[in-house]
């Protein structure tokens, strides 16, 4: 089954800690990205790679870290300094050849800071 | 810089209404524009995309839009909506220098009702 998964569905955590999100593909899209969902704002891109171990920011990338060492996966961060963490967080992949640009976009992971 | 703008935030219709979304953007050059749905606990999927060719673009499930280039608009339409039509729809252009990233409108939350 082709796709991608992101884990966990919902997270909880205190203020002041760090967070990792998974996001994992298994459609061998080079490019990913994560976005981040708010209620009456829609999607806002947080970062984004397009290869292995290059990743770029996105409009709202402050308070947040992502690495790629992987073509599969993408994992985000969200810091201690991302003022207002509390979000539903997209990852999504595509291709970038040729007219292929739909992204898939995973599940999302909910996550709540108190 | 690249924007959209979707200009009904909640529409509530019966079931068998014909839908209209609006959808207008602000670039003058080449655009590659979709629309996304977001069924309630589900993933977020294409409904339709245009990239060149046809100015009417037909998507899944009765779908349709319409690229009006003058009107920097993609209104997306279905003649008759049914009760599982109820989601929010986003519709997105891909952002210039930023690895085929999608722009999101702010989204419409679509109340379809028995």
């Known amino acids: 089954d082709g796709g991608i998964t992101q884990s966990p569905k919902y997270l909880f955590r205190k203020e002041g800690q760090n967070v990792t999100l998974s996001c994992e593909q298994n459609?061998?899209?080079?490019?990913m990205y994560w976005y981040r969902q708010d209620p009456g704002q829609g999607l806002r891109l947080i970062y984004y790679s397009q290869i292995v171990n290059d990743f770029q920011k996105g409009d709202i990338a402050e308070g947040y870290s992502v690495s790629r060492e992987k073509k599969e996966s993408f994992p985000l961060t969200v810091t201690s300094a991302q003022k207002n963490p509390t979000a539903f967080y997209l990852c999504?992949?595509?291709?970038?050849?040729?007219?292929?640009?739909?992204?898939?976009f995973g599940p999302g992971t909910r996550l709540t800071v108190t | 810089a690249q924007s959209v703008s979707q200009h009904n935030h909640h529409v509530i219709l019966s079931e068998a209404a014909s839908l209209e979304l609006g959808c207008n953007y602000s670039y003058g050059g080449t655009v590659n524009l979709f629309w996304y749905v977001q069924y309630p606990g589900q993933h977020l999927q294409l409904l339709l995309k245009y990239f060149s060719g046809d100015p009417l673009v037909k998507g899944i499930k009765g779908f349709e839009a319409e690229f009006i280039k003058s009107k920097f608009s993609f209104n997306l339409r279905k003649p008759s909506v049914q009760w599982s039509d109820t989601a929010e729809y986003f519709c997105?252009?891909?952002?210039?220098?930023?690895?085929?990233?999608?722009?999101f409108g702010k989204g419409t939350s679509l109340l379809v009702t028995p």
């Open positions: 459609l061998n899209h080079d490019a």
């Open positions: 997105a252009v891909i952002l210039e220098n930023s690895g085929y990233a999608l722009n």
């Open positions: 999504a992949s595509s291709r970038i050849r040729g007219e292929l640009y739909e992204q898939y």
